[in-house]
């Protein structure tokens, strides 16, 4: 077909000699035109490209907003957590200091029946916490020294938030490495019953002076400030590691409107550029249409 | 003078024209293979999502029952001796009681029963959380079997008990500690019989049971948190497989956007051709 059409062609061109100057005006306008195209569709390669790294700036920051979005829905519950088991604690508490002060319940509720079972669970709790974040994120976040602050965190923190907000944070972070290396010191075995007590052995505890009163500084009352004041610093930890989660968001958002926004302004610009491409190549197309259609023409008035 | 339109111009055209034609025909088929690539990475992509989802709901449960017995534990072991040591001192026939307080007692019957009910629930307590762990944890499993393939049988049945409430057993290995050696009067006792019937040995034997079913679901929280860890890990390897997947995805419509562009540019081209060749047999048919 092509080949009929070509020699059709072929015998069009040949008898247009009279017309000759006025076709190469067109095919010559055909080539401006073409060019045109070309330049016009190059531009829109380069803007494509433009977009395609936007776009890919855009998927990290995407990526990263999303992450911080996980912490902080995360954090949140841990915090809520937490502070509910402090609040419980600190009731329960109060309530048992008041009644220890009564020589019956004194006598049944010791020191260590009341604090060292909290004292234990939470310092057996929190080992297992540190190692297995250790684990899963490769840093020690109870740990003030930890790479992950000094290299990254403190330094970027120190650029971008005000003096107060990034002094609180230093507290935050000081307090909670202070509060775990004072939990962290505590003899876990102490605490530990590996066999239930003997009779004999309960009296002995019931007859204890030492261990006797919920409210004389001892110890196990020592450690138990400690194991509470563990949480207290967790608490802040995990307030100032929301302000820094949602500062992150907050950035996040801002890139990731920015990105959009280029993205939005280049892909105007691509679509009318490839509307031009359009309108030229149209244009190209009905240039060489009119040569395909005459050259028919010619040869079937012709043939006639 | 046909035989001299077919100059070596016009065969380079020719060949240029083919060639652009040919290079546009091969982009938008690589325009084609990139949306079939692009539809495949949309699947991977919402599968993953619903992943993530899963395992974070998983690793939620899992956090929020190994917190439940956490709490538990540390409540069930401080009120352990509390009782234990209430009888001892209050108990008018034991070798240790202390008479001034008794002598402070309004209602001594009254108060001797509710401190006895109150050692039998406590020791109910331990025994109905451990089952509500077990019971708890295992849902998650049963719910979620894909993910705990090895957890179940050929049959689909639940085989993998990780959770120890062999409470028989518990007793038994601890057999020597016990004065009464018979673990059906202390599973499950009835307990208005028991407050009226049972000695202050057999309370002790209570509190020693108590003793090795807490340390029994000290255990607990350990197992729960190994799972919680291992979906932890999970969720984090789906995260990262998600990030690479939206990387893929982004790069697959970009590639496939610059097929389309190059689509066009080599139909330009070929059209530009095209012309220079009419133009050449033009010239050249004089």
New interface residues.
Partial sequence: MRFLRFALFQAYISSIQKNKKKALLIINIGIFLSIFAFSSATISFFIEKKISEIQSDLTFSQISLRETNNSISQMENELNSLQKRTNQEKIITDEKRFLDEFKIHNKLLSSKDYYGPFIYHNLKDAKKEIEDIQKLYGINVFDKNDPFYVDYLIPLLKDSWEKDEFDDFIEAIEELDFYTRQLLRINIDNYFYQKPLTINEIVDDINNEDLSSLNLTSNIFNDYESTIGSYQAMLKYYQAMLNVNKGFKGQGEEDVALYEKNILYYSNLERNIILITFIFQFSIFVIIQIFEINSVNFNLKKNK | ??RK?INTNSIIFIVFIAIFTLVSYVSDQGVIRQEDNLRKSDIKVDNLTTKIYTV?TMS?QFLALN?FS??T??EL??K???W???L??LEKDSD?S?TK?IN?IIDYEYTMKKIKKGFLSHYLDILVNTMEIVDRFELVHRWNDQYFKDYFDDQGYYKEEKLNWDFENIFKDNLD?FNLKNYNYYYVPDVDKFVDEATIDNY?DI??FS??LLKNM?SF??II?EDN?RF??LS?EY?NLL?EE??VN??I??LK??LV??S??S???S??F???F??N???V??
Wanted: proline share 0%; hydrophobic share 50%.
């Fill in positions: 003078m046909r339109l974070d939620n917190d956490l709490e534990v540390i072991n401080r352990q001796l509390f234990i040591k209430s001892i001192l240790y202390d307080m402070n500690y002790l509190y020693i003793h090795f000290e929280y350990e948190n860890i932890s890990k984090l995260s990030d939206l990387v982004k790069s419509s970009s956007n610059f562009l190059a066009i540019i139909q330009i081209l059209l530009f095209l012309l220079l009419f133009r047999i033009l010239i048919s004089v």
